[in-house]
């Protein structure tokens, strides 16, 4: 953006759907809304085509959705390199499976997530979905009968202004601001988590991914863009609270080391000043998936550790489910949605903190990652049985409506006698 110039500004008081978070959930569901002919405003604090921690790792459900949308021929062409097989090495044990691969599903991808995002959001604007980025959505406010009408958007250099939609989704990552405001219920909350460190490593070209694990350890190789591999040391949290407070770097080498040689060696090959990522881990949770007005999507509303790379996965799948919702626009299809999503977080939630609690033996854990592997096939097989989401059965927009506007957002919240009637689901006044 020039120096000067004021953040672009939405270009519509009204959207059907207005989305929080713009990244693998966020973009994912304006892409699908909006090819289903809605209006749709997608907001994102971060910049267009940022980072995020990730260590990339696709797992076939999310391939196979991204090859239905069109968009695995992108990442590839993007350098994205194709993985054939994952070998999973259990102490000095190696099993190698090769992908069973079609036409929907040639390999599985890693890409970097300014490579998967940036798509996800070109291929979004292209279908005609807006993107407002570098702002913030500070708020939400309800009608009087509690039920959600739009977002308060704060961007450097302009007041804050409001927008009203039919309904507002929280694509909006852990920390979800839609969910503290919406009191979205924690359904469930697990009781394990593990912490992630990684880095970056040139690798030869036809790796495939390689997950590491020895008693109380695990890591892993990925293949992701620009020729380098991301190289992950995985550890119960009170672990890294204990071992890595002196410095990440030696103590993910020292766990390297000792989960392989080979994948030490190969972390070795980063430059010396190659930054690691850190994440400390929070247990999963699921929270309640919608209510009047809102829903949420991705981690906003379900959370589960990344040890079995699953993360992306579930906010694709999720954002499939949701956008049938709404275009569908029937109690019947949210309950729908509702449901599918709630038997499918649970299921991979029970099996990923089969993993990432770390209680397991060598001996005992390839039948863990055979129940989530089952449940995985399972989410292949319902993802195969559903068509893309379109819209309702006159071929055109049943968007989700809410119930007639009592309360029309004003333009100005702040001008003088203005009532509370628009007071924020946190509280505060605007
Ligand atoms: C260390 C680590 C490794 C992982 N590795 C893998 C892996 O290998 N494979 C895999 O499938 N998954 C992995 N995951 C999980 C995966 O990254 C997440 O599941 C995924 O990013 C969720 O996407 P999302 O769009 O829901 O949320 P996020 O990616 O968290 O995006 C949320 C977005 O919302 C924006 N936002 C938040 N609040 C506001 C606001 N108030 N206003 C405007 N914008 C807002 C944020 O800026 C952010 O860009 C990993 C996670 C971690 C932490």
Redesign the pocket.
């Known amino acids: 953006m020039p120096i000067n110039s004021l953040p672009p500004v939405p270009k519509r008081p009204h959207y059907d759907a207005i989305i929080?978070?713009?990244?693998?959930?966020?973009a994912s569901t304006a892409l699908l809304l909006a090819r289903g002919g809605l209006k749709v405003l997608a907001?994102?604090?971060?910049p267009y085509g940022s980072d995020?921690?990730?260590?990339?790792?696709?797992?076939r459900p999310?391939v196979l959705q991204l090859s239905r949308w069109g968009l695995l021929e992108p990442l590839l062409k993007d350098g994205t390199p194709l993985v054939e097989a994952t070998t999973f090495h259990y102490g000095d044990e190696e099993i190698t499976i090769p992908l069973n691969t079609g036409p929907d599903l040639p390999g599985l991808i890693?890409p970097r997530r300014a490579v998967l995002d940036r798509i996800l959001v070109d291929a979004a604007r292209k279908a005609g979905a807006e993107f407002l980025h570098d702002?913030?959505?500070?708020d939400l406010f309800a009608d009087t009968c509690g039920r959600v009408r739009g977002v308060e958007i704060r961007g450097a250099g302009r007041a804050a202004s409001r927008v009203s939609a039919d309904i507002v989704i929280g694509?909006?990552?852990?920390?979800?601001?839609v969910a503290k405001c919406c009191d979205a219920q924690v359904l469930r909350s697990g009781s394990v988590s593990a912490a992630?460190v990684?880095g970056y490593a040139p690798v030869e070209p036809g790796a495939g991914y390689h997950w590491y694990f020895r008693d109380g350890i695990a890591g892993g190789l990925?293949p992701t863009n620009d020729g380098l591999a991301c190289i992950v040391a995985s550890v119960p949290t009170r672990l890294f609270d204990q071992r890595f407070r002196l410095g990440h770097g030696r103590a993910r080498m020292e766990v390297l080391e000792a989960l392989s040689p080979a994948l030490a060696e190969q972390a070795s090959r980063a430059p010396t000043d190659a930054r690691l990522?850190a994440?400390r881990g929070v247990p999963g949770y699921i929270r309640q998936a919608h209510g009047p007005g809102w829903a949420l999507?991705?981690?906003?509303g379900f959370?589960r550790d990344?040890i079995t790379?699953?993360?992306?996965?579930?906010?694709l799948r999720d954002a499939e489910g949701l956008a049938r919702a709404i275009l569908d626009g029937s109690e019947a299809a949210f309950e729908i949605w509702r449901q599918e999503r709630d038997l499918f977080a649970n299921q991979i939630l029970d099996t990923t903190d089969a993993v990432a609690g770390f209680d397991w033996t060598l001996a005992d854990l390839g039948e863990r990652h055979r129940r989530f592997s089952a449940v995985m096939k399972a989410e292949v097989l319902a993802l195969a049985g559903q068509s893309t989401p379109v819209c309702g059965a006159a071929g055109r927009p049943t968007t989700y409506r809410a119930p007639a506007n009592q309360d029309e957002p004003r333009a100005n919240p702040g001008a003088p006698g203005a009532s509370n009637l628009y007071r924020n689901r946190t509280g505060a006044r605007p």
């Not at 929080?20 to 966020?26: K, L, Q, S, W």
């Not at 694509?171 to 601001?177: E, N, Q, T, V, W």
């Open positions: 929080v978070g713009a990244r693998c959930a966020g907001i994102d604090r971060r995020t921690l990730s260590t990339h790792a696709l797992m999310a890693a702002m913030a959505v500070g694509a909006d990552g852990i920390g979800s601001l992630h990684y990925i990522q994440f999507v991705g981690d906003a959370f990344p790379s699953h993360g992306i996965s579930d906010a």
